[in-house]
């Protein structure tokens, strides 16, 4: 979605031909996608169809600068750039019956508030809740796997050549997920954070895993959430919790180096699922993060935030 203002669909089966050239247009804009995707599946009937979205991207974010969300057109910071409840909307309007995956080439976009906002647009994610470097995914290898009937069956060997491809450097993570658990996976959330209100003020998320590694912009934006819900109940995840979070992250892996700080990452608490967790601090972006996370990401009022805003917003 790293697009100038000149849209065009490419045929890319041997010499690639322009199938379709558009008028100078902002890529990102929702009636844009929906038009440019719509006209991608006329032009090539299929049974069913996967999605893959290559840019910057920061998660579940606002757009505003020096943030990113998902893709982007005018520039590294442009405020050109797809709300996850807009391409969400997208995605729903343009294919119905659900796409097959939604594949994420684009940085910190593995959390439940991306997968939930998901959950009735595509059966399968595959994303990274660390930042993605900048070669992207391994195509090569993964692209076979991609074009298979039973996707389900190959998550795995593409996670797995993603992490193989990312060892040399020493850094990375991938998860696939299966969106259809993620209303499930919600409610145990939920039921986790009802049971638990009292805790949910002594747990120090200094203490807990962060994915907003590559800057301090983005420090926050997500935590591990097997980590928290273990934090919460006093040291240990209900076992009902970790059954449903088996089967909404099908397979993740991550690989890194021991001597680099920056992506370095703790096994131990490492589960492939981030999620946010609101604040009462005042600085300018968790305010803007916190107010945005009420009034437009669903995952606020699923997973059982928004029953206890009273502790956690005090």
């Known amino acids: 979605m790293m697009a100038d203002k000149n849209t065009s ?5 041997g010499i690639g031909n322009i199938r379709k050239k558009y008028p100078p247009q902002t890529s ?3 009636t844009v996608m929906q038009t440019v995707i719509g006209d991608m599946m006329s032009a090539y009937p299929s049974e069913s169809y996967g ?21 982007q057109d005018g ?3 442009s405020s050109d750039t797809a709300l996850i409840p807009e391409l969400a909307e997208v995605l729903r309007t ?6 097959d995956f939604v ?9 439940a508030e991306v997968y939930y906002e998901l959950k009735d647009a595509a059966r399968y994610c595959i994303a990274s809740v660390l930042d993605i470097p900048a070669a992207g995914f391994p195509y090569a290898s993964v692209m076979p796997y991609l074009y298979e009937n039973a996707i389900k069956d190959y998550l795995e060997p593409i996670c797995k050549d993603y992490i193989d491809y990312y060892n040399y450097i020493g850094w990375g993570t991938i ?14 959330v939920r039921s986790v954070i009802l049971s638990n209100q009292d805790s949910l003020k002594n747990v120090d998320t200094a203490d807990l895993q962060q994915y907003g590694k590559g800057s301090s912009s983005f420090k926050g934006y997500a935590y591990d959430m097997l980590q928290f819900i273990g934090k919460l109940c006093g040291g240990m995840a209900p076992d009902d919790f970790t059954q449903q979070l088996k089967k909404t992250v099908i397979y993740t892996d991550y690989t890194h180096d021991p001597t680099s700080s920056l992506y370095r ?11 946010y967790i609101p604040n009462s601090f005042t600085t300018p972006k968790y305010l803007l993060w916190n107010n945005y996370f009420k009034s437009s990401i669903a995952w606020y009022h699923a997973s059982g935030w928004a029953e206890t805003e009273s502790i956690w917003g005090n």
Not at 9 to 13: A, E, K, S
Not at 94 to 99: A, D, E, I, L, S
């Open 28 to 30: 990102t804009e929702k």
């Open 9 to 13: 669909i490419y045929d890319l089966i």
């Open 265 to 275: 990452i703790d096994g131990d608490n490492y589960s492939g699922m981030g999620m």
């Open 175 to 188: 998860s696939a997920v299966d969106c259809n658990q993620m209303e499930g996976l919600a409610e145990a």
């Open 75 to 77: 520039g590294r910071y």
């Open 94 to 99: 343009v294919n119905p019956q659900k796409f």
């Open 103 to 111: 594949l994420f080439d684009a940085c910190m976009m593995g959390c």
């Open 51 to 71: 999605i893959i979205f290559g840019s910057h991207g920061s998660g579940w974010l606002p757009t505003i600068t020096g943030t990113r969300s998902i893709g």
